[in-house]
């Protein structure tokens, strides 16, 4: 089954008057489970499409399924429901609301469900727990390190538990050793949790814990590199 | 409500810009709500006056007195009932004037003037025992109170006013002290003293003339054409008169100050005008600082219009904390104000009603919303993508 389906997508911006082709025909097929990384030069489209399959961005033309529902059907409202049910964002600078403590960070997308106070403390609780964090649910993002940072981001991003998961560049503003433990962290949602994630970075280290790697070049898919085995943590690739 | 405490967090996290917001909230609040509750003091008398009473004043000027001669006539006119001598005395406890002391003090006609004022609230004892005692006067509960005095006590007053300086004190003996049914006569003054017109002008030697008539008419749909019937009888005499219902009487007496109501609700307009603009800025200050959190809640799934909710959360709970301080500030103050040195003189009293208390409540939630409004479109109309790159 297809998790995230790109279908000849061309994504247009407008810088004064002229038009700036950053996707151009774009198709891409995600399956369900699969890890993604999408790698390219810098304007070559990756967070582009990131974001079109994240749901928080429309295409010019073409169309974008995810997790089964064809978002270019959904209104703005309808798909700002979808994205806090069917997708997690992973963000390169973590992007965790500075006033809130870790917990209260992870439980804020359980906001938008019917769930009880405490129901929602204890997912948030499980979340955390599931990213080794469970005992620093009451410090705030300044208490906490970068790799701890993207771990909170990360519990916040699987606490609705989506089917999709999508990273920009989760691993750029960490050092390696971080680095490490948030790829560890994302291979093990996709085999153990079965969760579909689509990766963007610049970093061939975390592009091979990858099953997939998915080149871009100038908004069009460039190259593919595909594995069975994701390569094990510590290994280079 | 399980947002709320979301929108605190951001409140406290900058809760200097908050506390000056909040502070600034208050002042206005406080400032509208003492300004409207001194105007509906004085012009609270206007909805409480009697439509059957007319007050007759020299055509002139209310500094001009009428003649003494005039009542009889008065009496005799067709729809008159009943007439008053009253003057305004102007009298001040100790011989160095100090008004920081003052009340209102009245000469009148005593019977006939209780009889068309039921205001007063008094046994038939109480009043025979005004009546009978030439020096007698009758205070209000709130003199009372504040000078501790009752039943037999004697009060000195020196009048300000020429005619009626006589070289030493009036000496009055408290009669009664009025009772003042709230239901009926909410507005009606509980610091007011009454004492004889007779004693005023034998003191005198004859020389207080009459101040104002308060004419009683029989027929209250009939108050214009009987004021002008009065106004006619002494047209082309040396003292021509005045004639108008007590409700234009007060107005009249208040806006010789000028038209307060325009001069105190141009200032409140000012204020809140004032304040709308700073809590605005305030608060499109807050919201440019958190664009990126902003694409991030959207990122998440917060809709356009939740955004746009808290974002006017926000703006509300800044109204309505300064504008529950300012309400607070606003009681205290008031409590205290009718003793102030320029107000005591006008025997009001200045409480913050419920009513006054739930408006200005709903105009500080109403200027955070206002404030909040552009800053929360701009958050609700802007995109994640445009957000997060602009960061």
Known sequence: MTAVDVQNVRKIYKRDSQDIVVLDGLSLQVPQGEFVALMGPSGSGKTTLLNLIAGIDRPTSGKVVVAGTDLGTLSEGQLAKWRSRSVGFIFQFYNLIPVLTALENVELPLLLTRLSRKERRERALTALRVVGLADRGKHYPRQLSGGQEQRVAIARAIVADPAVLVA?????????????????????????????????????????????????????????????????????? | MKYLPYIVKHLRKTWLRTLSTVLAMALCIFLISALQTLLQAFYGGLDTASTERLVTRNRVSLVFPLPVAYESRLAALPGVKRVAKSNWFQGVRGSDGDMRDFFPNFAVEAEPYLAMYPEFGLTEDEKQRFFQDMRGCIIGPDLAEKYGWK????????????????????????????????????????????????????????????????????????????????????????????????????????EMIGDLALILNSIGLAVAFTILAVSANTMGMSIRERRREIAVLKTLGFS???????????????????????????????????????LNGFGISLNLMPSMMAAMLGLSGLIGLVAGMAPAVSAYRSSITTMLRQV
Do not use: C
């Not at chain 2, 239901?183 to 002008?201: A, C, E, I, T, V």
């Not at chain 2, 703006?315 to 409590?335: D, E, M, N, R």
């Open chain 2, 151 to 254: 039943v037999g006590s004697t009060i000195q007053l020196e009048s300000t006013i020429p005619p009626y300086r006589i070289g030493r004190p009036f000496e009055f003996i408290v009669s009664a002290v009025y009772r003042v049914d709230e239901q009926k006569y909410p507005n009606h003054s509980k610091q007011l003293m009454l004492f004889h017109w007779k004693y005023l002008h034998e003191a005198t030697q004859q020389n207080a003339a009459v101040g104002t008539y308060v004419v009683q008419i029989a027929n209250p749909d009939q108050a214009a054409a009987v004021a002008k019937t009065i106004d006619r009888a002494f047209e082309n005499s040396d003292a021509e008169t005045k004639t108008e219902t007590e409700g234009q009487f007060v107005k009249g007496f208040i």
């Open chain 2, 304 to 342: 356009s219009a939740l955004v746009l909710a808290l974002v006017l959360g926000e703006a509300l709970v800044i109204g309505l904390v300064g504008g529950g301080l300012g309400i607070g500030l606003a009681s205290l103050v008031l409590a205290n104000a009718a003793d102030m040195p320029g």
């Open chain 1, 168 to 237: 920009d560049e989760p691993t750029g503003d960490l050092d390696a050793r971080s680095a490490e433990e948030i790829l560890n962290l994302m291979q093990t949602l996709n085999s153990e949790f079965k969760k579909t994630i689509v990766m963007v970075t610049h970093d061939p280290r975390a592009a091979s814990r990858a099953h997939v790697e998915r080149h871009l070049e100038k908004g069009v898919l460039a190259a593919s590199v595909e594995r069975h085995e994701a390569v094990p943590a510590g290994v280079a690739p």
